[in-house]
């Protein structure tokens, strides 16, 4: 505010001391020109505080501005820095599942491989063994009949029996009856079975004698008629001259004991696939004279032996492979010990850098 109004221009006034007033030039009193010097002084200062107050004011509001941009700009970085560790997370979650599964996944169809390799080894030592018990078998029922002096009848019974409880045992899914005493017709009844549906039917009688006879076919070739069955194979300890292991005689295969399995295995894989191809019966008649005469060969007789030959040398190399299979899966063992601490340590380092470590 003006210390001096412009009306005092127009009269003239007096002033005490030296001093000038600067509107009308008259002298003014030092007391006076004190008065005006501080007040202009006050004012000065006044206008000194309010400046500083409006620049501490202006201040503040930048700093808090500045303070606020900071904190926004830090949570961002921080929520950035949590989503990129939550996908380092997803990531390493993903890689360690997969690595998992794949390891499952391995043993799983290394456990399948086993099993098939040891229920192969089992069927082969099975069918070895079956075959070296029927062979002594047969033996010793020669020489039990030889010591004990027993009948045809009773030595046919025990054949009879030891034919139909070796077929139960080799195809399971079929039906497999044997016939009463005193009724007539084979001694076992053998239906093929495939998909719920039976397909056909073998015959069998067991023959334990001293000597061979022409009417042991004549009869099971009778009761193949009778029965509408598509094999015969006749059990006998016997064979005509010049014959062995096995022989093929008036639509009958005539087979050592030892043999009767693997050829009713043959017969019935036979019948099974003239099933599904719907052949007429004299297409099954022509196929089946085929395979008796294939059955009966001599090269037929050399593939079987190889077969069991080349089956003792794969129970042998079998036995040393399940050595070095135990070994193997000590090995392994270790190493899944170790992927599984390597994946513990992979998700304790992640919990360590998103802060859940121990909880």
Not at 48 to 65: D, F, H, K, Y
Not at 140 to 147: C, I, N, V
Not at 268 to 284: C, Y
Request: net charge neutral; glycine share 6%; charged share 30%.
């Amino acid at each position: 505010m003006a210390l001096f109004s412009t009306s005092s221009r127009l009269a003239p006034h007096a002033h005490a001391g030296a001093d000038r007033c600067p509107l009308c030039e008259q002298p003014i009193a030092r007391d006076i020109a004190r008065r005006i010097e501080a007040r202009r002084q006050e004012q000065h200062e006044a206008a000194l505080a309010l400046a500083r107050a409006e620049v501490a004011a202006s201040m503040e509001r930048r700093l808090e501005a500045a303070r606020s941009e900071a904190q926004q700009a830090a949570e961002a970085a921080a929520l950035a820095k949590l989503a990129e560790l939550q996908a380092r997370l997803a990531e390493a979650e993903g890689a360690r599942a997969a690595l998992a599964a794949e390891q499952e996944a391995a043993v799983a169809r290394r456990v399948e491989e086993i099993k098939l390799a040891l229920n192969n080894e089992r069927e082969a030592a099975v069918l070895a063994e079956k075959a070296k018990v029927l062979k002594l078998q047969s033996e010793l029922a020669d020489m039990q009949r030889k010591l004990e002096g027993r009948s045809a009848h009773e030595l046919g019974e025990a054949s009879e029996v030891d034919l139909f409880e070796q077929l139960k045992a080799a195809f399971e899914g079929d039906r497999i009856r044997r016939v009463g005493k005193g009724v007539n017709g084979a001694d076992v009844i053998h239906e093929i079975v495939n998909n719920g549906r039976v397909c056909g039917k073998i015959v069998y009688d067991a023959k334990n004698r001293n000597a061979w006879q022409n009417e042991f076919v004549a009869k099971l070739r009778a009761d193949k008629l009778a029965e509408g069955a598509d094999h015969a194979i006749l059990a006998s300890n016997k064979f005509p001259k010049g014959a062995k292991h096995l022989h093929h005689q008036d639509g009958v295969i005539v087979a050592s004991p030892a043999q009767v399995v693997a050829v009713a295995d043959i017969l019935r894989g036979l019948t099974v696939r003239m099933h599904a191809l719907r052949m007429s019966a004299e297409q099954r008649e022509k196929k089946s004279a085929e395979l008796y005469a294939f059955i009966t060969s001599a090269h037929c007789r050399e593939l079987i032996d190889s077969v069991e030959i080349q089956t003792g040398k794969m129970l042998e190399l079998d036995l040393k492979e399940q050595e070095a299979h135990r070994r193997l899966w000590d090995q392994r063992a270790k190493l899944i010990q170790a992927v599984r601490k390597a994946n513990g340590d992979l998700a304790f380092e992640i919990d360590r850098i998103i802060g859940t470590a121990g909880q």
